[in-house]
């Protein structure tokens, strides 16, 4: 028979000091400390000496310390798993301990020893994990997590609700499953090769539910990493976006209508501004015409003749251009764009529309006030404000328009918001009937105007906030009843220069063949002289379907096509395609008025080689003709 090894007294005091968890034995009848160990020392702050001058009440916070008499009034003999209770430490903190006690004879007193295990630690990530699972459970957002490989191994409510899948048979597929056909093999690539780098990756995804539905969410993807930095899978966050996005469309459409509604309104106010010039205009024309048809053989006549009317058909060309520029979306889009130029633009529109009581004040050329943006829309906006300040001046006074680079601590003065370290300023100021405060206030909103019904929709101010914050720039207002208003417009300023527009070369020819599409008999004499007087030949017709035939009988030695878009029978479009059946190479100029953005960008790609509007220079077109002839055609 083995006999179990006998332990001295001294040896089990030893194991009751050492054990790692707190230990005391306390007396049953006065609840005093009889004896604590170390590690009870240690976790609870008390010297020993403090802990033995204690009772158990005396770790407890006051509202525990009815439990803890009913405890240990029901104390009986042997075990006791007592379970988990609060303990105060002597710095006033408390702790969750589990607490296991046996009673015992300690000396001649009844006694309990007790063992107390710290959970306080295991209890918050208990309480962490459970508020992340109600938090993934109850979110709307979709939840998933995934192998490294991919493979799904759980998916929250939210998943099931936003694509239709029961949470039962998802795990064990790939996010795959998703997938619409919408997105480039080249997205998914992007994904797994930023994962697999270690980072976070988050972008915009259009997924297909079960039923078919389109989806649009914004995918936030984690990494799950081990205690040790180990790769271990990855956490999918899917937001439906979806009615955002559809906002965003109908808010941008909306805004679009705003715009063009604007637009109209504004150019009914240019209307008679504009055509008073262009009747001074027309009278300079045909005064000289008449003159030059009286005396033909006064060749200094004739040369002074010439140059008015070329000079009053450059000056019209340019009012039809800013025109159009305000009153079509634009065929430049964004680029570096010098401020000044604008002004200037706006400056020549408002000499001719400006009621003669309203002087114009124009700030000198500060050079070098480059904004990226798009030039008719700065355009559109410069001139919104200078109507607004016309109309605010009934009586008379000074529209003044400045110009000036300016460093964005100053502007954030006006716009906190304004984050670019340097801008430009553009300044619209009048000395008109001003604003009060509670209007200032609501200037840039949309349909807020103080104008009597029938003058205005209130979409000016607003569409010029738009066209400002969608520049990333910012608009402020300063006014008073009786003293006018100043608006600011603040843009970023570019660092690069505008992009110079090329200069016309020589245009040396050699005899090629240019056919000429065009019905209006004027401009086919005139653009048909400018080539034959250039050196070509010029072969000519007057609507579609002749341009067509001419080209069918002899386009092997055609070498380009000049052609209007608003012909008779065939429009120019229809030629282009036509033509380019018969000689895929064929080498096609549109001259004509105005060219649509989109219509000119589908033209271009579908191989039209130039574009010139309708008046064009001289200079312009036979420098384009001969860049054109010297180049390969389309396709060689």
Same mark, same amino acid.
């Given at each position: 028979?083995?006999?179990?090894?006998?332990?001295?007294?001294?040896?089990?005091?030893?194991?009751?000091?050492?054990?790692?968890?707190?230990?005391?034995?306390?007396?049953?009848?006065?609840?005093?400390?009889?004896? *604590? %160990?170390?590690?009870?020392?240690?976790? #609870? $702050? !008390?010297?020993?000496? @403090?802990?033995?001058?204690? &009772?158990? +009440?005396?770790?407890?916070?006051?509202?525990?310390?009815?439990?803890?008499?009913?405890?240990?009034?029901?104390?009986?003999?042997?075990?006791?798993q007592a379970g988990l209770w609060r303990h105060r430490?002597?710095?006033?903190?408390?702790?969750?301990?589990?607490?296991?006690?046996?009673?015992?004879?300690?000396g001649a007193r009844r006694a309990e020893l007790v063992?107390?295990?710290?959970?306080?630690?295991?209890?918050?990530?208990?309480?962490?994990?459970?508020?992340?699972?109600?938090?993934?459970?109850?979110?709307?957002?979709?939840?998933?997590?995934?192998?490294?490989?991919?493979?799904?191994?759980? *998916? %929250?409510?939210?998943?099931?609700?936003? #694509? $239709? !899948?029961?949470?039962? @048979?998802?795990?064990?597929? &790939?996010? +795959?499953?998703?997938?619409?056909?919408?997105?480039?093999?080249?997205?998914?690539?992007?994904?797994?090769?930023?994962?697999?780098?270690?980072?976070?990756?988050?972008?915009?995804?259009?997924?297909?539910?079960?039923?078919?539905?389109?989806?649009?969410?914004?995918?936030?993807?984690?990494?799950?990493?081990?205690?040790?930095?180990?790769?271990?899978?990855?956490?999918?966050?899917?937001?439906?976006?979806?009615?955002?996005?559809?906002?965003?469309?109908?808010?941008?459409?909306?805004?679009?209508?705003?715009?063009?509604?604007?637009?109209?309104?504004?150019?009914?106010?240019?209307?008679?501004? *504009?055509?008073?010039?262009?009747?001074?205009?027309? $009278?300079?024309?045909?005064?000289?015409?008449?003159?030059?048809?009286? +005396?033909?053989?006064?060749?200094?006549?004739?040369?002074?003749?010439?140059?008015?009317?070329?000079?009053?058909?450059?000056?019209?060309?340019?009012?039809?251009?800013?025109?159009?520029?305000?009153?079509?979306?634009?065929?430049?889009?964004?680029?570096?764009?010098?401020?000044?130029?604008?002004?200037?633009?706006?400056?020549?529109?408002?000499?001719?529309?400006?009621?003669?009581?309203?002087?114009?004040?124009?700030?000198?050329?500060?050079?070098?006030?480059?904004?990226?943006?798009?030039?008719?829309?700065?355009?559109?906006?410069?001139?919104?404000?200078?109507?607004?300040?016309?109309?605010?001046?009934?009586?008379?006074?000074?529209?003044?328009?400045?110009?000036?680079?300016?460093?964005?601590?100053?502007?954030?003065?006006?716009?906190?918001?304004?984050?670019?370290?340097?801008?430009?300023?553009?300044?619209?100021?009048?000395?008109?009937?001003?604003?009060?405060?509670?209007?200032?206030?609501?200037?840039?909103?949309?349909?807020?105007?103080?104008?009597?019904?029938?003058?205005?929709?209130?979409?000016?101010?607003?569409?010029?906030?738009?066209?400002?914050?969608?520049?990333?720039?910012?608009?402020?207002?300063?006014?008073?009843?009786?003293?006018?208003?100043?608006?600011?417009?603040?843009?970023?300023?570019?660092?690069?220069?505008?992009?110079?527009?090329?200069?016309?070369?020589?245009?040396?020819?050699?005899?090629?063949?240019?056919?000429?599409?065009?019905?209006?008999?004027?401009?086919?004499?005139?653009?048909?002289?400018?080539?034959?007087?250039?050196?070509?030949?010029?072969?000519?017709?007057?609507?579609?379907?002749?341009?067509?035939?001419?080209?069918?009988?002899?386009?092997?030695?055609?070498?380009?096509?000049?052609?209007?878009?608003?012909?008779?029978?065939?429009?120019?479009?229809?030629?282009?395609?036509?033509?380019?059946?018969?000689?895929?190479?064929?080498?096609?100029?549109?001259?004509?008025?105005?060219?649509?953005?989109?219509?000119?960008?589908?033209?271009?790609?579908?191989?039209?080689?130039?574009?010139?509007?309708?008046?064009?220079?001289?200079?312009?077109?036979?420098?384009?003709?001969?860049?054109?002839?010297?180049?390969?055609?389309?396709?060689?």
């Amino acid at each position: 028979m083995t006999r179990e090894p006998r332990v001295e007294d001294g040896a089990y005091r030893r194991l009751f000091e050492v054990n790692p968890h707190p230990m005391w034995v306390y007396d049953l009848e006065t609840l005093g400390f009889l004896v *604590v %160990n170390d590690a009870a020392v240690r976790r #609870y $702050g !008390y010297s020993r000496e @403090e802990f033995l001058a204690l &009772t158990i +009440r005396d770790i407890r916070p006051p509202e525990d310390v009815p439990a803890l008499l009913r405890n240990v009034a029901g104390v009986g003999q042997g075990l006791d798993q007592a379970g988990l209770w609060r303990h105060r430490l002597k710095d006033g903190s408390l702790i969750d301990v589990e607490i296991t006690s046996h009673t015992l004879e300690f000396g001649a007193r009844r006694a309990e020893l007790v063992l107390a295990i710290d959970v306080t630690e295991r209890r918050r990530t208990e309480e962490t994990v459970r508020w992340l699972q109600q938090a993934m459970e109850q979110t709307d957002d979709a939840v998933f997590l995934t192998s490294l490989d991919g493979t799904i191994a759980y *998916v %929250n409510p939210g998943f099931e609700k936003l #694509y $239709g !899948y029961a949470a039962a @048979e998802v795990p064990g597929q &790939t996010p +795959r499953m998703l997938k619409s056909g919408e997105m480039s093999a080249d997205h998914y690539a992007a994904l797994w090769h930023t994962l697999l780098a270690g980072r976070n990756y988050r972008a915009t995804h259009l997924n297909r539910a079960r039923d078919g539905r389109l989806v649009t969410v914004d995918a936030s993807i984690t990494a799950l990493r081990s205690p040790t930095d180990d790769l271990l899978g990855f956490v999918a966050v899917h937001s439906d976006i979806s009615e955002r996005r559809r906002l965003e469309e109908q808010h941008r459409a909306l805004e679009a209508q705003l715009v063009r509604a604007q637009r109209f309104e504004a150019l009914g106010t240019l209307a008679t501004g *504009v055509s008073h010039d262009f009747n001074n205009l027309l $009278g300079v024309v045909l005064s000289h015409a008449a003159a030059l048809a009286r +005396r033909p053989e006064d060749a200094p006549a004739v040369s002074r003749g010439a140059e008015a009317i070329r000079l009053a058909g450059e000056r019209g060309a340019s009012l039809v251009r800013q025109i159009l520029t305000f009153a079509r979306p634009s065929e430049r889009g964004v680029s570096v764009v010098d401020a000044w130029t604008v002004v200037a633009e706006i400056e020549r529109l408002l000499r001719d529309i400006l009621p003669r009581p309203i002087s114009l004040a124009v700030s000198p050329d500060p050079g070098g006030a480059w904004v990226r943006c798009d030039h008719s829309q700065l355009h559109q906006a410069l001139l919104n404000l200078c109507l607004n300040a016309r109309d605010a001046m009934p009586s008379g006074g000074t529209l003044s328009l400045f110009v000036a680079r300016t460093p964005g601590s100053r502007v954030r003065t006006y716009c906190p918001e304004a984050g670019a370290p340097d801008y430009v300023e553009l300044r619209v100021a009048d000395t008109g009937v001003g604003m009060d405060e509670e209007t200032r206030g609501r200037a840039f909103e949309p349909f807020f105007t103080t104008k009597p019904t029938g003058r205005g929709s209130g979409l000016g101010l607003a569409v010029v906030y738009g066209i400002v914050t969608a520049h990333g720039g910012c608009a402020a207002v300063e006014s008073a009843e009786g003293r006018g208003s100043t608006f600011r417009l603040f843009l970023p300023l570019s660092f690069a220069p505008p992009v110079p527009e090329p200069v016309p070369g020589p245009s040396p020819a050699a005899g090629e063949t240019i056919l000429l599409v065009e019905d209006e008999e004027m401009v086919l004499e005139v653009v048909g002289a400018w080539l034959r007087d250039s050196g070509y030949r010029v072969v000519t017709a007057r609507d579609g379907e002749e341009a067509v035939a001419v080209f069918r009988e002899a386009h092997g030695d055609i070498d380009l096509v000049v052609c209007d878009l608003g012909l008779p029978r065939l429009g120019g479009r229809e030629v282009f395609f036509a033509l380019r059946n018969v000689e895929p190479r064929v080498r096609f100029v549109i001259l004509t008025g105005y060219v649509d953005v989109s219509e000119r960008r589908d033209l271009a790609e579908a191989g039209v080689a130039g574009f010139l509007e309708k008046p064009c220079r001289v200079e312009d077109l036979l420098d384009l003709v001969a860049r054109l002839l010297a180049g390969p055609a389309r396709g060689a």
